[in-house]
C-alpha cells in the first residue's frame, strides 16, 4: 500500500522560508513526483515537480522561489520554499505517479498522479 507522507508545513512571516519533505512508502514504482496546493475557496493547483530524470517544471508564481528535489535513496521528495508571500498560504500535498514519466506541462495537472498524501499547511502572515 502506498503511503505519501508531508511534513515541514508552519507559520512564517512573509520573506521567510520553509522546507516540505514527502516521504513515500510501499511505492518504489517510478521516480515521477509533484507538489500541490490548495489555499481556502481555491482549487487545488500544480506547484512543482520532478519528472523521472530529474528534471523539474514550476508554475510561473514559484518560478525562482521554489526548488523541488528528491532524494531517491530515501524515497522522499522535498520543496524548498523561499521568499515567500501571503500567497502562497494552503494546504500542500505531495502526489506521486505509478508509472515513469518525461517533463512536461501536464505533471503539474491533477490527473498526472496515482497517489496523493494528506498535505501540510503552510500559512504565511505579512
Known amino acids: 500500500q502506498v503511503q505519501l507522507v508531508e511534513s515541514g508545513g508552519g507559520s512564517v512571516q512573509s520573506g521567510g522560508s520553509l522546507r516540505l519533505s514527502c516521504a513515500a512508502s510501499?511505492?518504489?514504482?517510478?521516480?515521477?513526483m509533484g507538489w500541490f496546493r490548495q489555499a481556502p475557496g481555491k482549487e487545488r493547483e500544480g506547484v512543482a515537480a520532478?519528472?523521472?530524470?530529474?528534471?523539474?517544471t514550476y508554475a510561473d508564481s514559484v518560478k525562482g522561489r521554489f526548488t523541488v528535489s528528491r532524494d531517491i535513496g530515501k524515497i522522499t521528495l522535498y520543496l524548498q520554499m523561499n521568499s515567500l508571500k501571503p500567497e502562497d498560504t494552503a494546504m500542500y500535498y505531495c502526489?506521486?505517479?505509478?508509472?515513469?514519466?518525461?517533463?512536461?506541462?501536464?505533471?503539474?495537472?491533477?490527473?498526472?498522479?496515482?497517489?496523493w498524501g494528506k498535505g501540510t499547511l503552510v500559512t504565511i502572515s505579512s
Open positions: 502526489a506521486a505517479r505509478a508509472q515513469d514519466c518525461r517533463l512536461g506541462w501536464w505533471l503539474l495537472r491533477q490527473y498526472a498522479y496515482d497517489y
Open positions: 510501499g511505492y518504489t514504482y517510478s521516480r515521477c
Open positions: 520532478i519528472a523521472s530524470d530529474g528534471t523539474t
